[in-house]
Structure formats: C-alpha cells, structure tokens
C-alpha cells in the first residue's frame, strides 16, 4: 500500500498547492495587485488546458497505433494562432465589447439575443463535453492502476469507480470554491487562470522530462533514437490523407468552440495584445508538448511486453526502468491536464447552463424578471455551483457507463466532431451581416442530428443504441441512411465522413435558410456591430427611448448587481446625463449600457428580457435601422461625427430642458410660495382674534371657557412664533449667515438624542438599528445634524402608512462619506414627486396632519450642505428613504 | 327650533369660534372637517345655511359647491365660503361657481354675524 | 516642400504597416501550404518516406513558422486596427 499512499499524498499535496495559488492569486487580484497575474505569458499559459489527459496520455498511444496522426491535433491549433489576426482578434474584440460569458452567449447575443439559440448550444456543449470529462477521470484512474501494476504490495487497485468518483467530487469542489466565489462582472476567474498557469508549466515540464530521459537515458541520443523510430512497427509515413486533411481542419474548429477553450480564449482575456504573444508562444508550447511523443512511443513499444495500453507508456516506461520519481512528475503532469480541463469545462459549461437555462426558467417561474424579490445574485450563484456539480456528475455517469473501454483519442475526437458544429454560426456570425437567427438554428440543428446519428450513438458499440443490422443496413433497411454510408456513399472513414456530411450541411443549411429568411431589427443591429466591430466599437444598438421606470430598473438592478455597485452604476449615468440624484434618465445609451452591466451576471438574452419586461417593449429606433443601413466607410465616418456631436446637442439640450423645468417650477412655486404664506399666517391669526373679540364682546362666559379660549389664543400664537422662526431660519441657511457651532461627539448620541427628542418610541413607530455599527465619532454642528434627524423621523412618524411602521436606521462607510439611511416600510414617495421634496412648502400630500408648514425638508437640505454633506431621496428601497451623508473628514478629524 | 347652519372646516379653533358665535345667536350648529362626503353630509342634515371653508382635505371647497350648484334640492341653498388665501381671483372664482358670499380669514365675529343674518333672515 | 516630407515619413510607415498586417493574414495559409505537403507523399513502400524525415519537415516547419510569426508580432502596431499614429 506504501506507494499508493504516498500517491494519494502527492496528489493532495498539489492540489492544496494549487489551492494555495488560486488564492494568493485571487488575494493580489483583489487588492489591485494582480496586474502580473494578466500577463501573456499567463495568458498563453492558460490557453494550455487544449491540452489534457488526452494529449499527455493518449497522444502517446496514438502515436503508437497510427504513428504521426496525432500531430494534426496541435497542428489545427497552432494554424489558428498563426491567424489571429483574421479570426481570434475580433472575436476577443467582441467578447469584450459586449461583455460575452459563453460560447452560447455569444451566439445567442449575436443572433438578437436569442434564448432559443442559447439554450440549444448549451445543450450541444453539454453532449459534446460529457465524454471528454469522462476521458479525463478514466485517464487519472487508469493512471492510479498503472502505479499498483508496479507495485508488488499491492494486489489490485481497490476500486477504479470510487477513485473516479473521488476526483470527481474533488474537482467539483476546488471549481466551486475558486469558479463561483463572486459572480464577477466580466465572468474573470483570476485564481483559476493562475492554477492553471502553474498546471501548464507542470505537465509541459514532466512530459519533455520524460521524453528527454527516453531520448538519451534509454535512447542514446537524438540519431540513435531517430534510427529506433525509423526501425520501429511505425518508421515509415503512413497516412490516411483525408484523415489528414480533416483532423487537422477540426481540431482547429475545436479549438474555437470547445467551451473551455472559448472561456480561456475570450472569456478571460484581458487584453487583446496578449495575443499577440500567444501567436508564437502556443504554437511553441505546441510543438514541446508533441515533440517527445514519438520517441516515447516507439521505446514504449520497444521495453513493454506486448499488448501493454500504450495509452500509460508516459507512466509505464520510467516505472518500468525503476525510476519511480520520473514516473512521480509524468503522474503529476497527467493529473494537471486532467484536472485543469475539468475545472475550466465545468466553469465554462454551468456559466452557460445557469444563464441560459436555470435562469430563464427559475425567472418564468418566480413570475417574471424584474419584480422579483431577494438578492437575485444567490440564486445565480447557487445556479452555477449545482451545474458544475451536474456537469461532474453526467461526466461520472458516462465514464461508467461507457466502461472505460475505448481508446483515449476516439472519444477525444467524437466530442471535437460535436462542438465543431457550432463553427458555421460562429464564423459567419462574426463575418457575415446577411446570416441570420433562423439560419444559424437550422445549421445546427441538422449538424447536431448528424453528428449524433453517425458518430455518437455508433461509438457506444452495437449493443447499445445502434445495432450491427443498422450499421449494415440502415434503419429498416434503408441503405442511404445507414449511419456510416450516408447517401449511399460508402467507404469513407467514419470520422471523416460524420466531419464532412455534417459540417456541410449544417454550412449550407445555415447559409441557404439565412439567405431565405428575414431578420429582426435586432438581429441585424447586433449582426452590423458584431461584422463591424472594429469601425464602431461604439454601440447602435438598443432600447427606443420609451418610457422606462428608473426606479424599477434600479430595483432590479439592486438585485443583480448588489446595492452599493447598482447605486454607484445608477449615480454615474445620472451624472453624465447632466442629472444629479440616482435616477438617469432612461435613454438608450443609458439603457444599453446597464442591459450590458447586467448581462456580465446573467448572460445577454436574460438581461435583455429583464430589460425589456420592464421598459414594455423590446424595440429598435429608426435611427438605429439608420446606422445599419449606412454601407460605406465614409458614411460611418461622417455618420459617427455626426453622432457624436448629437449626442453632445442631445445632452446639452437635456440639461437645458433639466434647467428649464426646475426654473418654471420655481416659478411656479414662488406664487405658490406666498400665498402658502398667506395661508399659514392667516389661519392661527383667525382664531386669535375670533377667540379675543368673544373675550372682549361676549358676557357671562364661564371660568372654563375663559381657560379654554385663552388656551387657544396662546397656542395659536406659539403656532404663529415657530413659523415665522421657521422661515427666518430658513432663510439664513439660505444666505448663508449661519455661524455653526462645531463640535466633537459621536453619531450614536446624536441618533439617540433625536429620538428622544421625537418621543417616537412611545408613539408606534419601532426603530431598527444596529448600534454597533453607529458608534462613529464625529467633528460637526451636533445640534444642526440632531435637528435634521429629528426632522426626518417625525416625518416617518406623520407619513409611513404602512400597518406595523418602522423606521431603519442604517449606518455605513463609503468613499470617504458617512452615510445614514432612514428607510421606511411605507408606500414611499411617488417618483414624479421626489423632485420637489425638498422645496419650500411642499408638502405631498395635502393633510394638515402634518402640522409644520412644509419647511422641514427644506431647512434639512440646507443645514446639510452648509455641513459639506448632502441629502437625497433614495428610490428603490421599499419604502420612504432618505440618504444623509456627511464627509469623513468630519469624522477623522473627531479621531 | 332655531335655524341651522353646517359649519364645512378643518381647523378645530375656528370651528370652535364660529360654533360660539352663532349658538350664541340662536343657531343649531353641525360642523364637519373633511372634503371627502361633504356633499352626502349636505344633504343628510339639509341645514338653512352652510359655511364652506376653501381648502379642505380631501376635496377642494369650489368643487363641493358645484356639486351643490348642480342638484335641484341645493341650487338655491345659501353658501358662506371662507378662505385663507385672500387674493382676489380666489373670490371671482368664489362667485362664479356661485357662492351666496365670500370672506376672507380673519375675520371679524360681527362681520360674520351680519353676513349670516342677511343669507338667512 | 518641407511640410510634406514628415507626412511622407508617416505615409511610407503606414505602408509598412500595411504590409506586415498582410503578411500576419497570410501566415495560417502558409502553414496550411507547407504541413500540407505531406498529403502527396508516397505511402510506404521502395519510395515511402523514413518517419524521422517525417518528423524533421514537420518540426522544422513549426519552427520556422514559430520564428516567422514573433518577428510578426514584434513589428506589428499596438492598436494596429486603428489608422497608424504617429511615434511609436
């Protein structure tokens, strides 16, 4: 058992060391330190996971069945690298413009945001994948096998299916911890990219250092080893041309749209000039990584006993030599591929099945996008983890339920055949305006079906889907459909002919229906921006201006993005907009650009739906159609000058309009203003000399009555006083006379005093605080900032209509602002009026319940600016809620 | 049986006052303080005379007594509206709906008194 | 005659721009041409081809294609997609 336990040991040894990266990694990343960490070597490094157990193990055995085909495998690759300028630069433009997750993602995005689209690409990736995940858990266990063969204390692996299940679980678990920690905006994974950096560097290292040991530890240097391969079973060229031809043609369509190949390429690329590196560094990977395969193979053929798996020579030759320590680094090499494919499959694969499926669905179910309640965020969060758990688990299934049995590089090139179909839609998404949404469907679709039909369901042998009567003469006897002879044509190499009949059709299909079809406005916008990516990185595409309601789309947005980064994102737009407060208006730059922040959460085609439940329609201005109409460079040119000069007008004209409308409503309001005047001095004054004038005139009044009456007359002249000491004091904060009486104190006292003082606690209103977080130190006119807490909780006290009242009191700290929050659990204060709340007498609704004159708000407003803070309403929050911030320095300086 | 006159006002004191007076002069007072049924009470107490205050909460004073000046049973039934707003459109306004008379707060008790003897003698 | 001389500079850098960015386009073809070669030789037999000169063409072929496409990058603009500033 000695040699399996230190095995386990090793094996939990690097994984805690990876964990170990992933964290420092993710540490630095969040402290702002991580810009090593984006680095194209790191880059080029992750690219690396094109590499699995398949390559480090298989490659070999390939090698050794059918001598130098497996070099196809890297050589499509490395062809695609070498063409990064045509393809993979603008498809990294693209990822990033419009914040792309997924290869579904991507897709559906590009074909107007279908969900239809996604959901099926999801689907096809999860199929395709499955097997591939499979290969890489037999690999290890086979790999664990290997090592008891050579081990005499051991008598038999215990049990390969609680191995694989073993890794399974594990793996699981590290892509949970480090895939799904924090739903990023951009979907970025630094901790996992950097583990699979050092996972890159490890498996490159074992197996050069194996084929170096083969080479000149066994081999006797670089001609003698030459000569043993040319005289070994596989020394001359021998090939299948079209094999040729064909795999290295879909290994470079893999490399494209592998799903874990798409995250590594676009998802987490960070800067497009990474690729520029990556154009010669992969390629160079490429080429160490299958440069020793050969001379691994031919020895391996040549020391092991016949009908060894030439899948395990990587391991089998140096144990077979007693070199248990090489054997140690070529099993830690294959366990980083196997582990590093698995974990960025299962992160690319749940990002898709949680956006474009889990999502959608728990959305419908919960009745509808935007108005939902709870912390959507969760809910994401949990999406992802239980699909990379199910991603695991069907991977699991198929490894046992396939057996283990067939070799390495056929269930490898079964899933390269599947994901390949989405290379049409893919391309002529990205390079051509004409293809559209329906083409793109169709195209796969019949790929798909294909693909299933002549290469997936035969690859279970025949006794479990396709019988040998249906391999030989087709389904009921149809000889053009036999799966392997499609239309009759015979003959062909199953792969190479399941490559071409469904690359074809499915390339036809896609282009003729494209060509039948019509599309959506929306499809033709994104399609114009995705063909077009390089002249208008800008973005024509979008919302009408309707009428949107801010405050539900700030609502939502909480909901998604977090409070703090949706009032931070809100805030920004209102200020470009010219806006101050939290509620932009709802333009479609503005519009676009949160559906576009939204989207780094739940995919396009959610966010687009929750946008658009909310804004009622999901259309497309005229001037947008315009942008896509304009053909020519210079028509772009002139038209994007124009634009921008527009956009500038539009803006100005808006906060013209903005001026404008506060300064009628001033207008407005100073009428308004004294006859509110008028009215509030008018009313006390006519009790008071009504109550004197039955004094002076009437007899016989009793000595109550004479109480009573002198009892109003006071009142109501105290009523007159606080008034008029209202509007005085009022009026200095206005001018700016004021002298304040700065002070040291803290936050708790003043809150606590200002409760005292409006007796709320007795009256029904329940408080909600949390006093830990209260006790702040302060440097500012105590009395001032009492005066506008009591203020704001009176008014909660005359206006929160809600059952059971309470008032949350919240305290928190942000850029170098002190900020309380007074919520309430009322019906809040419609968002046409929350403009004016803060102006002179008005009063929203028109009771006299209210007593004050309607100055409060207005006095509060006032006292906070000359306190160098601010008041503002903060819509969105359930109820009435006012945001009081004062700076820091106040605060520090209280320190 | 003296007359009767609905006092139609949101502020206790001034209800209170007006109450004084005119018991004092040998009127039954009902009072009401809100726009809302102010009408339905109308017609409910069919009193001799009502004092309508202009701004009330619920329903503006003018709006009340078009709905007066509508029915049959109140067209002719004297109305004494007051207001605190004292600007002059506020007593065109007044007139043209249709107010027997109009007064401006404060006002005085005899003034009051007057008034109310002429509307209903 | 003197203001245009710096914008001649600037013309003939963009050109060669151009022409690098050309080139870059054209590498994957090349790669495509050279490993395709193999397809037309003779399968084994008195002509078939040794592996180890089989490895030595297609390594060789990855490494000057390798060598090709850094110098590639190193001449390529930053933000070649744009029009070519000045400077470097």
Known sequence: MGALNLLVAVCLGYVAMLFLVAFMAERAAARGRGGWLRSPVVYTLSLSIYCTAWTFYGAVGYAARSGLEYLTIYIGPTLVMLGWWWGLRKLVRIGRTQRITSIADLISSRYGKSNSLAVFVTIVAVIGTTPYIALQLQSVTSSFSSFALYDPSVRQIGDSDATALWVAAGLALFTV??????LDANERHHGVVMAIAVEAVVKLFALVAVGVFVVWGVGGGVSETLARIDASDIGQWQMHNGRWAALIFLSAAAFLTLPRMFQVLVVENDDENHLRTASWAFPTYLMLMSLFVVPIAVTGLELMPKGSNPDQF??????????DGLAMLSFLGGFSSATSMVIVAAIALSTMVSNHIVMPIWLTLTGGGAMISGDVRHVVLLA??????GVLALGYLYYRFSGGGAALA????????????FLPPLMGGIFWRGATRLGALAGLVVGFVIWVYSLLLPSFGPSLFMSAEILAHGPLGIGWLRPQALFGIGGMNPLVHTVMWSLLLNSVVFVVVSLATFPKPMERLQGAQFVNVFQHSGNPQGWSGGIAQSEDLMVMAQRILGAVEAQSFFQREAATQGLAGYLPEPSPEFLQRLERELSGSVGAATAHAMVGQIMGRATVSVEDLLAVADETAQMMEY????EAKSAELTRTARQLRAANEKLTQLSVQKDAFLSQISHELRTPMTSIRSFSEILRDADGLSEAELDKYAGIIHSEA???TRLLDDLLDLSVLENGQVSLNMQHGNLSEVIEHAVNATGVQTAGLRMVRVRALENIPIFTDLDRLAQVFINLIANAQKYCDAEHPNLAIRVTRRDGYLLVDFVDNGSGIPSDSQALIFEKFSRISDQKKAGGAGLGLAICREIMARLDGAISYLPGQGGAAFRVSLPM?????AE | MGKHVLVIEDEPNIIEAISFILSRDGWRVDTHSNGHDAVSVVNAKSPDLVILDVMLPGRSGYDILSDLREADRTRELPVLMLTARGQSKDREMAQKIGASRFMTKPFSNAEVLEVVRQLVP | MAKIRPSLFLERKSYRQRRVRDAARLMPFLGALLWGVPVLWAPPGPYGISTSKAMLYIFGVWLGLVLISLA????????ADTEPTEGN
């Open chain 1, 889 to 893: 320095k106040a605060a520090k300086a």
């Open chain 1, 177 to 182: 911890l480090f895939g799904t920690r924090n």
């Open chain 1, 314 to 323: 990587v391991l089998t030759v140096p144990l077979s030599q007693g070199r």
């Open chain 1, 639 to 642: 038209s994007s000058q124009l």
């Open chain 1, 384 to 389: 992802r983890r239980m699909s990379i758990a």
């Open chain 1, 410 to 421: 056929s269930i490898g090139l079964i899933s390269f055949a599947g994901v390949a179909q």
């Open chain 1, 718 to 720: 105290i009523r007159l």
């Open chain 3, 72 to 79: 590639l990058s190193r001449w390529l603009e930053p933000d």
